[in-house]
């Protein structure tokens, strides 16, 4: 018999521009190839934050030398900011956008930009590609509200200058039921926010059910509140949470 996993993704990774559809997809397909039964529940909800604050400083590309996205809702604030306005004709063409992961890349890709930085996985990653890139003038962070410091931190201490502006706001959904009403075999958090959503959920328990988490900062979050973590994929691809439930066997 297989075993039912649950995926709490945050939504984070994907856009308008993107389909979360299709990241669900891939998920899900590598999980059945792997003999799971699959189910993908969002947890978070997305408001886009200060639009008018946003396009004012938008507006005045001239006083920045490039502009950070740590995720694809950023890149899509950036788009909602320009409405109407043709594919790279906003004034940024010639800036340098620096990005996290490939999704984020992507989503920068398809208004006509070419970002830096797709290949850094992390905060720290991108902090180190802008120290070797990066040499005089301010950057324009677009961040949501639940950012770690860490990016900002690191480039403070070097001496880069940046801007911060809070491009959209996270919000938890309440479950208020197992889809389909049965409890799964496995939960994956791919964020502590997954966790966060659960906890604020009381209609449905983590008792006698397996976690897994994707990356060690949700695994360690986890555990934190008193919970164990029977698998962990230690990079935030399909193949290695597959590679991960398996060895949990």
């Known amino acids: 018999m297989r075993n039912t996993v649950l995926l709490l993704r945050s939504g984070d990774e994907s856009s308008e521009n ?14 059945n190839e792997a003999g799971f039964d699959t189910q993908t529940l969002p947890v978070l909800t997305f408001e886009y934050a200060e639009q008018d604050a946003l396009y004012k400083l938008l507006k005045h590309p001239d006083r920045y ?28 063409e010639n800036k340098v956008l620096f990005t996290v992961g490939p999704r984020t890349a992507a989503a920068i890709r398809s208004l006509g930009y070419e970002p830096e930085g797709e290949g850094a996985g992390s905060a720290e990653q991108l902090a180190a590609y802008i120290l070797k890139r990066h040499t005089a003038g ?12 860490m990016l900002p931190s690191l480039l403070r201490e070097a001496g880069i200058r940046t801007k911060e502006i809070t491009a959209y706001r996270t919000g938890l959904r309440t479950l208020h039921a197992w889809p389909g009403d049965k409890k799964p075999d496995w939960v994956v958090f791919f964020s502590p926010s997954g966790l966060e959503a659960m906890l604020k959920s009381p209609e449905v328990s983590l008792e006698s059910i397996s976690i897994a988490a ?13 919970f164990q973590v029977r698998a962990t994929a230690h990079e935030p691809t399909p193949e290695a949470l597959a590679l991960a439930l398996r060895g949990a066997h």
């Open 18 to 31: 993107i389909p979360d559809q299709e990241a669900s997809c891939a998920w899900e397909k590598a999980l």
């Open 65 to 92: 030398t490039g502009l950070i996205f740590t995720s694809p809702r950023a890149v899509e604030a950036f788009s909602r900011a320009f409405p109407g306005t043709g594919i790279g004709k906003t004034g940024w």
């Open 138 to 149: 301010t950057l324009l962070f677009l961040c949501g509200d639940r950012r770690r410091d």
């Open 214 to 226: 994707i990356g060690s900062v949700t695994a360690e979050a986890v555990r934190a509140r008193g």
